[in-house]
C-alpha cells in the first residue's frame, strides 16, 4: 500500500469516528491555543517595551534627583532648625559643568528643572496639576520627541529670557479643550507665558525611566531660574516643606552606543564620590533594554514548559483513543493481515491517523489562539504579536508529539496476531 493509499484509509477511517476523532484534539487544540495566545500576548509586550526604550536612546544615560532619608540626629541649636526646614539635596549645575567639560564622547547634555508651579489657564478656572519642566534646546533630540506643532525651544529663549513654552500633547488637550494651543497664554505660578510649540513622545521616555512628556510644560530654564529659583514650598496635610533644588535631572547623549555602560560607571564613581548622601539614581536604558530582554528569555522557558506539559497531556490523551481504536479494530487488523499487509502498513496507518488527529488539532488551536489574541489586544488594549515562527513551531510540536504518541499504539496493532484477530468479536 502506497502512502497516499495510507493516508486515504486513514482519513476515512477518522470520518467513521467523528465524536472520538472531536475528543482526542481537544487537548492538542487547547494546548496550542492557549501557548499561542499567552506567547502572543507576552511577545507584543515586550515588542511594545523595547521599542519605547529604543525612542528615548539607548544611547543614553539620565541621572535624577531623588530625596535622600531624613538624618535621625535631633536639631540642637538655631542652624540646625533651619536645616530642619530647609532641605538641600539632589544634582548640582556643576555637576552638568562637570559632565560637558570632563567626559569623552558626549555628543549633548542639558539639564532639567522641575519649577514645581501650578498651572492657571484662561479657559479653565482651576488649577493643573501638570510639571513645569524647565529645560534646554538639545532636550528634545535627546529624548526622541517630535514636534506636532509650531517649535521647540531656541538659543535665543534661554539668552533673552523669555516667557515663552512648549506643550505636551496630552497636557494640551487638558489645558486648551478644543482651542489651539499656538499662541495661547497660560499662567504658571504668577507669570504668563505663551505657547509656542506643542512637543509629543508617546509616553517612551517615561517607560524608561524619564519624564513624562506629554502630560509636562517646557520653559527655558534661565527664564526659571531668573522668576523661580531654587527654592520651593510643598505644603501637605499643614506641614511645610522646603525644598532647594538646582536640578531634577541631566540628560546625556553619547556618541557612540559602546561608550553607555563605562560612561555610566565612572558617573556613579564621580558623584558617590562628591555626596555624603545617596540623593541621586542612575537610569540606563541600555540596561533596562537587557533586563527586558533577559526576563523575556526566562519568560519563554516558562511558556515553553507549559506548551511541554499542555501537549504532554494532550499526546496522552491521543495514544489513550489510538489504542481503543486498536482494540475495537482487532478483527480489521487481522483481515488486512490475512490479505497481505505488512506489519510496517499497518504502523504506517496508525501513525498516519494519529498524526492527522494532532495536526487537525493544532490548526484548530492556531487559529482559536490568534483569535483570543485580537480579543485581548481589542478589548483590553494590550499589544499582541503573531509571530511566524510561533505558529510554524505550534503546527510543527503538535504534528511531532502525535507521531510520538501515535508510535506505540501503531506497534501494538502491527504486532497484532492475525489468526487471534480475526477470532476476536
Not at 381 to 387: E, N, Q
Given at each position: 500500500?502506497?502512502?497516499?493509499e495510507?493516508?486515504r484509509t486513514?482519513?476515512?477511517d477518522?470520518a467513521?469516528?467523528?465524536f472520538?476523532?472531536?475528543?482526542a484534539?481537544?487537548g492538542?487544540?487547547?494546548?496550542?491555543?492557549?501557548?499561542?495566545?499567552?506567547?502572543?500576548?507576552s511577545?507584543?509586550a515586550r515588542?511594545e517595551?523595547?521599542n519605547?526604550?529604543?525612542l528615548?536612546?539607548?544611547d543614553?544615560?539620565?541621572?535624577?534627583?531623588?530625596?535622600?532619608?531624613?538624618?535621625?540626629?535631633?536639631p540642637?541649636?538655631?542652624?540646625?532648625?533651619?536645616?530642619r526646614?530647609?532641605?538641600?539635596?539632589g544634582?548640582k549645575?556643576?555637576?552638568?559643568?562637570h559632565?560637558?567639560?570632563?567626559f569623552?564622547?558626549?555628543?549633548?547634555?542639558?539639564?532639567?528643572?522641575?519649577?514645581?508651579?501650578?498651572?492657571?489657564t484662561?479657559t479653565?478656572?482651576r488649577k493643573?496639576?501638570?510639571?513645569v519642566?524647565a529645560?534646554?534646546?538639545r532636550y528634545?533630540e535627546?529624548?526622541?520627541?517630535?514636534l506636532?506643532?509650531?517649535?521647540f525651544?531656541?538659543?535665543?529663549?534661554?539668552?533673552q529670557?523669555l516667557?515663552?513654552?512648549?506643550?505636551?500633547?496630552?497636557?494640551?488637550?487638558?489645558?486648551?479643550?478644543?482651542?489651539?494651543?499656538?499662541?495661547?497664554?497660560?499662567?504658571?505660578?504668577n507669570?504668563?507665558?505663551?505657547?509656542v510649540?506643542?512637543?509629543d513622545?508617546?509616553?517612551a521616555?517615561r517607560?524608561?525611566?524619564g519624564?513624562?512628556?506629554?502630560?509636562a510644560i517646557?520653559i527655558?530654564?534661565?527664564?526659571?531660574?531668573?522668576?523661580y529659583?531654587?527654592?520651593?514650598?510643598?505644603?501637605?496635610e499643614?506641614?511645610?516643606?522646603?525644598?532647594?533644588?538646582?536640578?531634577?535631572?541631566?540628560?546625556?547623549?553619547?556618541?557612540?552606543q559602546?561608550?553607555?555602560?563605562?560612561?555610566?560607571?565612572r558617573?556613579?564613581h564621580?558623584l558617590?564620590s562628591n555626596?555624603?548622601?545617596?540623593?541621586y539614581?542612575?537610569?540606563?536604558?541600555?540596561?533596562?533594554?537587557k533586563q527586558?530582554?533577559a526576563?523575556?528569555?526566562?519568560?519563554?522557558?516558562?511558556?515553553a514548559s507549559?506548551?511541554?506539559?499542555?501537549?504532554?497531556?494532550g499526546?496522552?490523551?491521543?495514544?489513550n483513543?489510538?489504542?481503543a481504536?486498536?482494540?475495537?479494530r482487532r478483527?480489521?487488523?487481522?483481515?488486512?493481515?490475512?490479505?497481505g499487509?505488512r506489519?510496517?502498513?499497518?504502523?504506517?496507518?496508525?501513525?498516519?491517523?494519529s498524526a492527522?488527529l494532532?495536526?487537525?488539532g493544532?490548526?484548530?488551536?492556531?487559529?482559536?489562539?490568534?483569535?483570543?489574541?485580537?480579543l485581548v489586544?481589542g478589548?483590553a488594549?494590550?499589544?499582541?504579536?503573531?509571530?511566524p515562527?510561533t505558529?510554524f513551531?505550534?503546527l510543527?510540536?503538535?504534528?511531532?508529539?502525535?507521531?510520538?504518541?501515535?508510535?506505540?499504539?501503531?506497534?501494538?496493532?502491527?504486532?497484532t496476531?492475525?489468526i487471534?484477530?480475526?477470532?476476536?468479536?
Open positions: 500500500m502506497d502512502l497516499f495510507t493516508i486513514a482519513l476515512l477518522l467513521t469516528r467523528k472520538r476523532s472531536a475528543l484534539t481537544l492538542i487544540m487547547f494546548a496550542v491555543a492557549s501557548v499561542l495566545a499567552m506567547i502572543s500576548i511577545d507584543g515588542r517595551t523595547l519605547r526604550i529604543a528615548l536612546g539607548v543614553n544615560v539620565i541621572i535624577r534627583t531623588v530625596k535622600p532619608p531624613k538624618p535621625e540626629v535631633a540642637t541649636d538655631s542652624a540646625q532648625q533651619q536645616q526646614y530647609i532641605s538641600e539635596y544634582l549645575r556643576r555637576d552638568l559643568d559632565v560637558r567639560h570632563t569623552a564622547l558626549v555628543r549633548h547634555s542639558v539639564g532639567v528643572k522641575n519649577t514645581r508651579q501650578t498651572v492657571h484662561k479653565i478656572n493643573l496639576d501638570l510639571p519642566l529645560t534646554e534646546p528634545m535627546i529624548t526622541r520627541s517630535r506636532l506643532a509650531g517649535r525651544l531656541h538659543e535665543t529663549d534661554l539668552e529670557k516667557n515663552i513654552c512648549v506643550i505636551g500633547s496630552r497636557a494640551a488637550a487638558k489645558v486648551f479643550a478644543w482651542i489651539e494651543p499656538i499662541g495661547q497664554s497660560l499662567r504658571i505660578g507669570d504668563w507665558y505663551t505657547v510649540g506643542v512637543l513622545n508617546d509616553s521616555a517607560d524608561a525611566g519624564d513624562d512628556i506629554a502630560n517646557f527655558p530654564i534661565t527664564t526659571a531660574g531668573m522668576r529659583g531654587d527654592v520651593s514650598m510643598q505644603r501637605n499643614g506641614t511645610r516643606e522646603i525644598n532647594k533644588i538646582e536640578l531634577d535631572a541631566i540628560y546625556i547623549q553619547l556618541e557612540e559602546a561608550a553607555v555602560e563605562p560612561t555610566a560607571a558617573l556613579g564621580y558617590s555626596r555624603e548622601r545617596q540623593d539614581e542612575l537610569v540606563v536604558p541600555l540596561e533596562l533594554m527586558s530582554a526576563t523575556q528569555r526566562i519568560f519563554t522557558i516558562v511558556m507549559i506548551a511541554g506539559i499542555s501537549l504532554l497531556i499526546g496522552i490523551g491521543i495514544m483513543i489510538m489504542l481504536n486498536v482494540s475495537e478483527k480489521e487488523i487481522g483481515t488486512r493481515r490475512a490479505l499487509a506489519r510496517l502498513d499497518i504502523v504506517r496507518q496508525f501513525l498516519v491517523e492527522t494532532t495536526t487537525l493544532g490548526l484548530v488551536g492556531l487559529a482559536l489562539g490568534y483569535g483570543l489574541s485580537q489586544a478589548y488594549g494590550w499589544p499582541t504579536y503573531v509571530a515562527i505558529v513551531l505550534s510543527s510540536v503538535s504534528i511531532i508529539s502525535g507521531l510520538a504518541f501515535g508510535l506505540w499504539p501503531a506497534w501494538v496493532a502491527a504486532n496476531n492475525p487471534e484477530a480475526l477470532r476476536s468479536d
